[in-house]
């Protein structure tokens, strides 16, 4: 597999693993600047919302999701900033010369550790978001994850 395509699916899957964890590290509650009440309204995550509103979740557990996600999101700032910089000096390399392909896909190269520093921390914080569910709100989860694998491939 070349580098680029790796590269390539190290990013998808990190932007899946963050998509799929949205709506736990983004449960907060239903105002205005909320996952639900904000973004139910832009860009296709009214499923999203409903999702969130069909697991009922506590007080104490939107609560512990929100803390869930902004530990996580501070923890990978810098790791954000450092995958940034280095799609930016691939912009740049492409930039200086569109034919160093080549020299873009080495800067890109260069940030996997980044990817998988991200990819980690994002598996963590869904498990520690899935813990904070009771087994019941993971079996609708569940069911909502199947039900969405079935739309994908029709």
Same mark, same amino acid.
């Given at each position: 597999?070349?580098? *680029? *395509?790796?590269t390539?699916?190290?990013?998808?899957a990190?932007l899946? %693993?963050?998509l799929? @964890?949205?709506?736990?590290?983004?449960?907060?509650?239903?105002? #205005?600047?909320t996952?639900g009440?904000?973004?139910?309204?832009? @860009?296709?995550?009214g499923?999203? +919302?409903e &999702?969130?509103? /069909?697991?009922? %979740?506590?007080? /104490? $557990?939107?609560?512990? &999701?929100?803390?869930?996600h902004?530990?996580?999101?501070?923890?990978?700032? $810098? !790791?954000?900033?450092?995958l940034h +910089?280095?799609?930016?000096?691939a912009a740049?390399? %492409?930039v200086?010369?569109p *034919?160093?392909?080549q020299g873009?896909? @080495?800067?890109?190269?260069?940030?996997q550790?980044?990817?998988? $520093?991200?990819?980690?921390s994002? &598996?963590?914080a869904?498990?520690?978001?899935l813990? !904070?569910?009771t #087994? /019941?709100?993971?079996a609708k %989860?569940?069911?909502?994850?199947? /039900?969405h694998?079935?739309?994908?491939t029709?």
């Amino acid at each position: 597999m070349t580098t *680029r *395509r790796k590269t390539i699916l190290g990013i998808s899957a990190a932007l899946a %693993l963050g998509l799929a @964890a949205s709506p736990f590290l983004m449960a907060r509650g239903h105002g #205005p600047k909320t996952f639900g009440g904000h973004f139910g309204h832009h @860009a296709g995550f009214g499923k999203m +919302s409903e &999702l969130m509103k /069909e697991l009922d %979740l506590t007080a /104490e $557990q939107r609560e512990a &999701l929100h803390r869930i996600h902004e530990t996580t999101f501070g923890n990978n700032r $810098q !790791v954000r900033a450092a995958l940034h +910089s280095g799609f930016m000096d691939a912009a740049q390399v %492409l930039v200086a010369d569109p *034919r160093n392909v080549q020299g873009a896909r @080495a800067a890109i190269a260069a940030q996997q550790a980044s990817i998988d $520093q991200l990819k980690e921390s994002a &598996l963590g914080a869904v498990s520690q978001a899935l813990a !904070v569910l009771t #087994p /019941e709100q993971r079996a609708k %989860l569940a069911a909502h994850i199947e /039900e969405h694998r079935g739309d994908l491939t029709r």
